[in-house]
Nanobody, 118 residues
Framework: QVQLVESGGGLAQPGGSLRLSCAASRSIFSIYAMGWYRQYPEKQRELVATITSGGSTNYAVSVKGRFTISRDTAKNTVYLQMNSLKPEDTAVYYC????????????WGQGTQVTVSS
């Protein structure tokens, strides 16, 4: 399994921006898909965005148009640019890797807290 480490969380004001980073322990070039999930207290994790090895992206309806997922294979890093933040974006954000098309997201980071508040 690939090891994942998130960074970039913190406090932002409503309407502000944050960029999350997810550093992988090895090359992400051949990993089928990378994703960002978030989890509210006492709730299940929900999908935020995914990006495949071919560059195809997918977003939750609630973040479409505000968040952008990208990856830098040279740095083995995946990013989540979050703009126009809302208080309801407050959650713990997790990076995940899906190594093969037939598998699920089996590798997870430790999570990073994002708080949106004035």
């Amino acid at each position: 399994q690939v090891q994942l480490v998130e960074s970039g969380g913190g406090l932002a004001q409503p309407g502000g921006s944050l960029r999350l980073s997810c550093a992988a322990s090895r090359s992400i070039f051949s990993i089928y898909a990378m994703g960002w999930y978030r989890q509210y207290p006492e709730k299940q994790r929900e999908l935020v965005a995914t990006i495949t090895s071919g560059g195809s992206t997918n977003y939750a309806v609630s973040v479409k148009g505000r968040f952008t997922i990208s990856r830098d294979t040279a740095k083995n890093t995946v990013y989540l640019q979050m703009n126009s933040l809302k208080p309801e974006d407050t959650a713990v954000y997790y990076c995940a890797a899906r190594e093969h098309a037939l598998g699920g997201f089996g590798s997870w980071g430790q999570g990073t807290q994002v708080t949106v508040s004035s």
